[in-house]
């Protein structure tokens, strides 16, 4: 028999009160319902207009539970709710706006509460993908096997230290289940895409940095003895248990809020109902700063929170992020007092250089504007050379009078450390917008011409300009075109004359970056900027140089192998694929081209450029292999690479030219086909293709090397039916007559689709022998093979 609860004017029916759901302690339903209830003002901040994916236990945790993303027809009418249009359907997902929403919630029993980083807008307007926007950052620690707490909490610590250098704040979570969440809020709301970017990039580095108990990579075949820090979280698609969010383990567990000082207990545990409640009681809530809750669209406009006005001065971050009673940094009002007829006024606005010694060594640049310090945290200081591209992360506006502070800031407060001035003095500006800003400083350090160039949400590029105007790319270079390798064995050559790369399974791309623009293309010129938004990084690692680089977009897979398959297959795995450019070859320099340079002069300008992209895990330099070419074979084939590249140490660049100065050697047979027709399916394939007829391009139409059925998959197939049927003919494109059974029921179409297919061998009527579909060739056409 249900019973109600009044709960702030709504009604609410309960039911089983004292059914129990968490069967090792015999905590009750009534119990689940009395700690929502009580928590609510702290978790509502944090689950506020973000679409709830509920986890439910109806019969306990000693039973099989399901995720619940659509909202039942049962939910009360006075439970907000946001539709989402996924790729395969439309769900209607429950928001929670009040306690009441929280208590029908365990009534149901919905004991994890799981959210994406991105909230709703607060007007009813449809949401695209493209456009959730991010107001957190989540870094989920995952322990592999044999790993403690105690010693998550140790990378966890760690990553604060990285955030603190970037200008973010930590607040540690432990999840209730093995792990630990470090959110960070952002001082902007980003996109979806540009969190998980930045996510991954801390994972990346901290990984690299600890590569003995650290990974980045999700394959669980490497995470023993290490966290795994999983920065896919932060996708759109993606949600993590909310803090506050009950557990459904034996025991009811608590997503809670720790203290960083709790995170160096070696004895850290995780939270239960119980010891939450009293943790509430006598820490209230460690999560005050990570969420604002979004104005309620019913709010009268009265009510509403003035924004600040244009050119007014707005220090609330900055005030926000410190305590007045405990840090000897000035607040805004020192200045008022000081006696402006016995000071001699500055000849322009004044810039000051502030070396910081917080967690991490780093120096704080600020320009006066607008009657504040506008800030950036740069961990290396400005350059001196031109050649030089530095790290500027934004941070919030600082009063004016802090041009003046040198001294101590307590351990423990924002920015902990010892302060003193590197150097100070005026600018002139030459441009100042929203993603770019040019001054010339006049320092006792520091003098020259900087830019700063917004390449993310809080990231920048300081870069020291040169007075002489951008190179001119030579028309040699105007339409690129890549050198191209010859398939021969490369097992008898020398490391003397001979230099040894990895041959890898993707798309060849050369990237032009010059006039501040950046375009991909394929090798027979084909425009593929579009296809790799994921390459973009590319243009802010570079900065204000100008270059043409050679090299292969990739996708790495779990086992961190290049996989074709999965690149052709991006599109449809919702962002999730890791993909990579992986560079090898530089043509062009500053308005110097580099064709006619031998090979070890390029590699050299290239090695020098590398660290552009050192903190760019979507940009990589890989090592030329050392030692011989059979050395380098059986290096290839132990880490099963597609095979080898070797190029000659003094040979210079041919643009769209095979070369026997380049050689490659695979390691299994590949090939580039078109495809000519295909053959309806049968059985559970009788709606779709069945196998393909394949062929290779000569002068009078497609010479017939066999069919390929293996290696697709159900989305392939559909995807490949819809884009062959408009290219229906009526007659066969392929030379000679295919076997009667073939040519019966056969579709023929125009050979416009280029593809590649592996195989074993060729049969003796000269056919593939096993072949496996591989992908769709998007940077070829069929005159290119």
Same mark, same amino acid.
């Given at each position: 028999m249900?019973?109600t609860?009044?709960v702030?004017?709504r009604?609410v029916?309960?039911t089983h009160l004292?059914?129990v759901l968490y069967?090792a302690?015999g905590?009750?339903?009534?119990?689940?319902?009395?700690y929502?209830?009580h928590?609510?003002?702290?978790v509502?901040?944090?689950?506020?207009?973000r679409?709830?994916?509920r986890? @439910?236990?109806?019969d306990?945790?000693?039973?099989q539970p399901?995720?619940e993303?659509?909202?039942?027809t049962?939910?009360?009418e006075w439970?907000s709710?946001r539709?989402i249009?996924?790729s395969?359907?439309t769900?209607t997902?429950?928001?929670?706006t *009040?306690?009441a929403d929280l208590?029908?919630?365990a009534?149901?029993?919905a004991l994890?509460?799981?959210?994406?980083?991105?909230?709703?807008?607060?007007?009813?307007?449809?949401?695209?993908?493209?456009?959730?926007?991010?107001?957190?950052?989540v870094l989920?620690?995952d322990?592999?096997?044999?790993v403690?707490?105690?010693q998550?909490?140790?990378?966890?610590?760690?990553?604060?230290?990285?955030?603190?250098?970037a200008g973010?704040v930590?607040?540690?979570v432990t999840?209730?289940?093995?792990?630990?969440?470090?959110?960070?809020?952002l001082?902007?709301?980003?996109?979806?895409d540009?969190?998980?970017t930045?996510?991954?990039?801390?994972?990346t580095?901290l990984?690299a940095?600890?590569p003995?108990?650290?990974?980045a990579?999700?394959?669980?075949?490497?995470r023993?003895?290490?966290?795994?820090?999983d920065?896919?979280?932060?996708?759109s698609?993606?949600?993590t248990l909310s803090?506050?969010s009950?557990r459904g383990?034996?025991?009811?567990m608590?997503?809670a809020p720790?203290?960083?000082?709790?995170?160096a207990d070696?004895d850290?545990?995780h939270?239960?109902l119980a010891e939450m409640?009293?943790?509430v009681d006598?820490?209230? +809530?460690?999560?005050a700063?990570l969420?604002i809750a979004?104005?309620?669209p019913?709010t009268?406009?009265d009510?509403a929170?003035d924004p600040?006005?244009?050119?007014?001065v707005?220090l609330s971050?900055y005030?926000?992020?410190?305590?007045?009673?405990?840090?000897?940094e000035?607040?805004g009002?020192s200045?008022e007092d000081?006696?402006?007829?016995?000071s001699?006024?500055?000849?322009g606005p004044?810039?000051?250089?502030?070396e910081?010694?917080?967690?991490r060594l780093h120096?704080?640049?600020?320009?006066e504007h607008?009657?504040?310090?506008?800030s950036?945290a740069?961990? $290396?200081?400005l350059?001196?050379d031109?050649g030089q591209?530095?790290?500027?992360?934004?941070?919030?506006?600082?009063?004016m009078d802090y041009?003046?502070?040198?001294g101590?800031i307590p351990a423990?407060e924002?920015?902990?450390?010892?302060?003193?001035i590197?150097d100070?003095?005026?600018f002139e500006t030459e441009?100042?917008?929203d993603d770019?800003?040019i001054?010339?400083?006049h320092g006792?350090?520091?003098?020259?011409r900087?830019?700063?160039?917004r390449?993310?949400d809080?990231?920048?590029l300081a870069?020291?300009m040169?007075?002489?105007?951008?190179?001119?790319?030579? +028309?040699?270079?105007?339409d690129?075109r890549?050198m191209?390798?010859t398939?021969e064995?490369?097992?008898?050559?020398d490391?003397?004359?001979w230099a040894f790369e990895?041959?890898w399974?993707?798309?060849?791309i050369l990237?032009?970056?010059?006039d501040?623009?950046l375009?991909? @293309?394929?090798? *027979?010129?084909?425009?593929?900027t579009a296809d790799f938004p994921?390459l973009g990084?590319?243009?802010?690692?570079?900065?204000?140089l100008d270059?043409i680089l050679?090299?292969e977009?990739?996708?790495?897979?779990a086992s961190g192998? *290049?996989n074709?398959?999965?690149?052709t297959?991006r599109a449809a795995a919702?962002g999730?694929?890791?993909?990579?450019?992986?560079?090898?070859d530089?043509?062009?320099l500053?308005?110097t081209?580099?064709?006619r340079?031998?090979?070890? +002069?390029? @590699?050299?300008?290239l090695?020098?450029?590398?660290?552009?992209f050192a903190?760019?895990?979507?940009?990589?330099v890989?090592?030329?292999?050392?030692g011989?070419g059979?050395e380098?074979?059986?290096? *290839?084939?132990?880490?099963?690479?597609e095979g080898v590249v070797?190029?000659?140490?003094?040979?210079?660049y041919q643009?769209?030219r095979?070369?026997?100065t380049?050689r490659?050697? $695979?390691?299994?047979?590949?090939?580039?086909v078109?495809v000519?027709?295909?053959?309806?399916?049968?059985?559970n394939?009788s709606?779709t293709?069945g196998s393909?007829?394949?062929g290779?391009?000569?002068d009078t139409?497609?010479?017939y090397?066999g069919r390929?059925?293996?290696?697709l998959?159900?989305?392939q197939l559909a995807?490949?039916t819809?884009e062959?049927e408009?290219?229906?003919?009526k007659?066969?494109?392929f030379l000679?007559?295919?076997d009667?059974?073939?040519?019966?029921d056969?579709?023929w179409?125009?050979p416009?689709?280029?593809?590649?297919?592996r195989?074993m +061998?060729w049969?003796?009527?000269?056919?593939?022998?096993?072949?496996s579909?591989?992908?769709i060739?998007r940077? $070829?056409?069929?005159g290119d093979?």
């Amino acid at each position: 028999m249900a019973d109600t609860l009044d709960v702030d004017g709504r009604t609410v029916s309960v039911t089983h009160l004292d059914k129990v759901l968490y069967p090792a302690t015999g905590t009750r339903k009534a119990e689940v319902i009395e700690y929502y209830d009580h928590i609510a003002p702290l978790v509502l901040p944090h689950l506020w207009w973000r679409p709830i994916t509920r986890k @439910r236990w109806p019969d306990g945790t000693g039973a099989q539970p399901f995720f619940e993303k659509n909202l039942p027809t049962s939910a009360p009418e006075w439970l907000s709710r946001r539709v989402i249009e996924h790729s395969d359907r439309t769900a209607t997902y429950p928001l929670a706006t *009040s306690r009441a929403d929280l208590i029908w919630f365990a009534q149901q029993a919905a004991l994890e509460l799981h959210v994406p980083q991105w909230t709703f807008p607060v007007d009813d307007a449809p949401l695209a993908k493209a456009d959730r926007r991010a107001n957190r950052l989540v870094l989920d620690l995952d322990p592999g096997p044999d790993v403690t707490l105690a010693q998550t909490a140790e990378i966890a610590l760690l990553v604060r230290d990285i955030l603190d250098g970037a200008g973010l704040v930590g607040y540690p979570v432990t999840s209730g289940s093995k792990g630990i969440h470090v959110y960070a809020p952002l001082p902007a709301t980003v996109t979806s895409d540009n969190a998980r970017t930045v996510a991954k990039q801390i994972a990346t580095a901290l990984a690299a940095e600890r590569p003995d108990d650290v990974t980045a990579v999700m394959a669980k075949a490497v995470r023993a003895g290490k966290v795994f820090i999983d920065w896919s979280q932060n996708s759109s698609a993606k949600t993590t248990l909310s803090p506050y969010s009950l557990r459904g383990r034996d025991a009811p567990m608590v997503a809670a809020p720790r203290t960083w000082d709790e995170l160096a207990d070696p004895d850290i545990a995780h939270v239960s109902l119980a010891e939450m409640l009293t943790r509430v009681d006598d820490l209230g +809530d460690l999560l005050a700063d990570l969420d604002i809750a979004i104005p309620d669209p019913t709010t009268p406009a009265d009510d509403a929170v003035d924004p600040v006005a244009p050119g007014v001065v707005d220090l609330s971050e900055y005030r926000r992020k410190r305590d007045k009673t405990r840090t000897p940094e000035p607040f805004g009002d020192s200045r008022e007092d000081v006696d402006v007829e016995d000071s001699e006024p500055p000849a322009g606005p004044i810039f000051v250089i502030q070396e910081h010694h917080a967690r991490r060594l780093h120096y704080d640049f600020r320009l006066e504007h607008d009657g504040v310090l506008v800030s950036w945290a740069v961990p $290396k200081n400005l350059p001196t050379d031109p050649g030089q591209n530095r790290l500027a992360v934004h941070t919030e506006d600082h009063p004016m009078d802090y041009a003046d502070f040198a001294g101590d800031i307590p351990a423990g407060e924002y920015g902990g450390g010892h302060v003193e001035i590197w150097d100070r003095g005026t600018f002139e500006t030459e441009k100042w917008r929203d993603d770019e800003v040019i001054v010339r400083l006049h320092g006792e350090r520091i003098q020259g011409r900087y830019a700063l160039i917004r390449t993310g949400d809080k990231n920048w590029l300081a870069h020291l300009m040169s007075d002489e105007p951008r190179p001119i790319v030579p +028309d040699s270079l105007r339409d690129p075109r890549p050198m191209l390798a010859t398939l021969e064995p490369v097992e008898a050559l020398d490391a003397t004359d001979w230099a040894f790369e990895g041959k890898w399974d993707g798309y060849r791309i050369l990237a032009q970056y010059t006039d501040g623009a950046l375009r991909l @293309r394929s090798r *027979s010129g084909i425009d593929m900027t579009a296809d790799f938004p994921q390459l973009g990084s590319l243009a802010d690692d570079l900065g204000l140089l100008d270059v043409i680089l050679d090299g292969e977009a990739v996708a790495i897979d779990a086992s961190g192998r *290049s996989n074709f398959t999965l690149l052709t297959g991006r599109a449809a795995a919702d962002g999730e694929v890791d993909v990579r450019y992986l560079v090898f070859d530089i043509l062009f320099l500053n308005g110097t081209s580099l064709l006619r340079k031998p090979w070890r +002069d390029r @590699r050299a300008v290239l090695e020098e450029i590398a660290p552009l992209f050192a903190r760019d895990p979507v940009i990589e330099v890989p090592p030329v292999l050392e030692g011989s070419g059979e050395e380098a074979m059986t290096h *290839s084939r132990d880490r099963g690479w597609e095979g080898v590249v070797a190029k000659r140490r003094d040979s210079v660049y041919q643009q769209g030219r095979r070369s026997t100065t380049w050689r490659k050697q $695979k390691n299994w047979r590949d090939i580039e086909v078109v495809v000519g027709g295909w053959r309806p399916g049968k059985g559970n394939r009788s709606s779709t293709i069945g196998s393909l007829l394949v062929g290779l391009p000569e002068d009078t139409g497609l010479r017939y090397i066999g069919r390929v059925g293996t290696g697709l998959t159900e989305r392939q197939l559909a995807e490949l039916t819809a884009e062959l049927e408009p290219l229906r003919r009526k007659t066969s494109p392929f030379l000679e007559r295919l076997d009667r059974p073939i040519e019966r029921d056969a579709v023929w179409v125009l050979p416009k689709v280029v593809a590649e297919v592996r195989f074993m +061998d060729w049969t003796t009527a000269g056919h593939l022998r096993h072949p496996s579909w591989r992908g769709i060739r998007r940077d $070829k056409l069929p005159g290119d093979l």
